[in-house]
């Protein structure tokens, strides 16, 4: 498939070419198997609404969309995104509901947007509140609602739902996107980032790399488009007007001694993680500003589901025992009282115009919420922006855990250190779901040996855990696993900022690495927004002839 954004021929009903892929055979009588059992499974999947599809029925889903019929932009519509933890809501969701209203905004369509939160044992807890605060949403419900809605049919707020709508997979389990979309008549389109796992079954896959398409079998293609990476449109600018810039940085260092490296620490959004990167990483600062012999500063950009209040329970040594325990700095806060707010701000960002980039730092303000100061007297600046991509793009150089964090960054071209430090593995539990998450989700020591076991295997299998690394299929940041002392971290942190043309050098593959992935035009939410117009233009038409 070309890397440009071209058209992609999808068929309405499943190909029924041979395959000459005996795995592939036994996919394929397996899943009409499931078709058919699922008609008689009314306990699982309910009333499930089964659809006529023409065998010689073909449409195209292309960038131009102004053939719409008028018919259907005055029919009320449903879109329903189904997502699941922090990292998916901020870069995944927020630029496709943006690109989704717009569109309907521009052809006068009756769209109504719905989240569902699947659970997820990644998830924070404040992704709901999240999602509450993105205007561009009509309405959306906690994973603790999910499966009433998936297996029952109802939601506790008694959602009604309209007769043509499109369910978008936007993360989670691809397969509940097709139980839903089943259940509600809707067609399903699934943004896959790493594999198409559904490919007779959902009507249009949008893949964020040519390489998924050689994964899918040759039957099935036509339901695919590349349309790129949507971590670059959350980002909001393209890799050629990234203001990352050692060269400015150095210079202004020269011109004004006062000037020092900026050093931001990423612990992440989640209790588990937090419990262990607050403290971890405030011992890095220890030991970085001793080597640095105090010219460096810190900063901790805050993420939006986490407050204040949160930060500093993990900080302090009193109630957060790991400190004690592996000898960790312990901190304290110190600001006003008033940003110790439960609640999320709303932070609108404006929608760039199609096609042009903008630097985020012209239209988001950053709060200064305090400072965090450890026992070492080294101060780390809280400071919280949504999305924080101006915040990243100040720093030097970015301590981060895994996450969601490791792909914005990258995307920005920030030079990273990744760090995932082990001492607390049984702490992460139920993280790959299935019969192991749910063995290590039991209470008591049991569940605990359990958890350390299965991450433990799952951190020796794993290959690369940070996304850029993943993306080239090499080393392009440092990745530190295991049981690492925080002087180790710090050291090399020192070493990369006493030898600029180091980061540089990461600084330029981060971008090179950029390139590829920004395939379609407009970007892939705007893809992704004009083939869901497209699709519910299709069901009309086809409900119109039958």
Known sequence: ?????????????????????????????????????????????????????DQSTIFRVSVKSSHIRAEVKNEPVDVVILTNGPGEVATW?????????????????????????????????????????????????????????????????????????????????QFNTLILGWRLGYKTVVYAEDAARWPGFVDLYMLRSEELVLEVPQWARSRCLVVGDLFVDAVGCSPSSISWSLSDKLQSRAQDRNVVPIVGLLPGSKDAKLA??????????????????????????????????????????????????????????VGKQSVKVEKISKLRQEEPEEGSTWNSSELLKVEELGQLVTEGGVVIDIQQQFPPYSLYQG????????????????????????????????????????????????????????????????????????????????????????????????????????????????????????????????GAAHSIAVAVQQLLYCVRRRSDKS
């Open 276 to 333: 262990i990167g607050v403290p971890y990483f405030m011992a890095v600062a220890d030991h970085l500003h001793q080597l640095l012999q105090g010219q460096v500063r810190f900063v901790l950009p805050l993420a939006p589901t986490v407050t204040v209040t949160e930060l500093e329970r993990f900080a302090d040594a009193a109630s957060n025992p790991l400190i004690s325990r592996f000898h960790w700095s312990s901190g304290h806060f």
């Open 1 to 53: 498939m070309a890397g440009s954004m071209c058209p992609a021929t999808v068929l309405s009903g499943p190909s029924c070419a041979r395959v000459s892929s005996p795995s592939w055979n036994v996919l394929n009588r397996a899943s009409k198997c499931f078709i058919r059992v699922s008609k008689f499974a009314p306990l699982f999947c309910g009333a499930l609404k089964t659809r006529k599809r």
């Open 395 to 522: 720093c030097s150089v970015c301590l981060t855990t895994v996450g969601t964090n490791t792909a914005e960054l990258g995307t920005l071209g920030v030079p990273m250190l990744v760090v995932l430090p082990t001492y607390f593995l049984e702490t992460f539990r139920g993280a790959t779901g299935g019969i192991l998450g749910l063995l290590s989700a039991i209470p008591g020591q049991a569940g605990a040996a359990m958890a350390h076991f299965v991450n433990l295997f799952i951190l020796k299998t794993a290959g690369f855990i940070s996304w850029p690394n993943r993306w080239a299929g090499e080393t392009i940041v440092p990745e530190l696993i295991g049981e690492i002392d925080p002087q180790e971290v710090a050291a090399l942190a020192a070493e990369y900022l006493q030898s600029p043309d180091r980061l540089q050098a990461m600084h330029e593959r981060l971008l090179d690495l950029q390139m590829p992935r920004s395939v379609s035009k407009g």
């Open 93 to 173: 969701v927020k630029p496709v509901v943006a690109r989704l209203r717009r569109t309907a905004e521009d052809h006068a369509m009756d769209m109504r947007i719905s989240v569902l939160l699947a659970p997820c044992p990644h998830a924070s807890g404040k992704e709901l509140q999240l999602l509450q605060s993105f205007d561009e949403i009509d309405r959306c419900q906690g994973p603790e609602e999910f499966y009433s809605l998936l297996l029952l049919g109802r939601t506790r707020s008694g959602w009604d739902w309209r007769r043509r709508g499109v369910c978008i997979f936007l993360g989670g389990d």
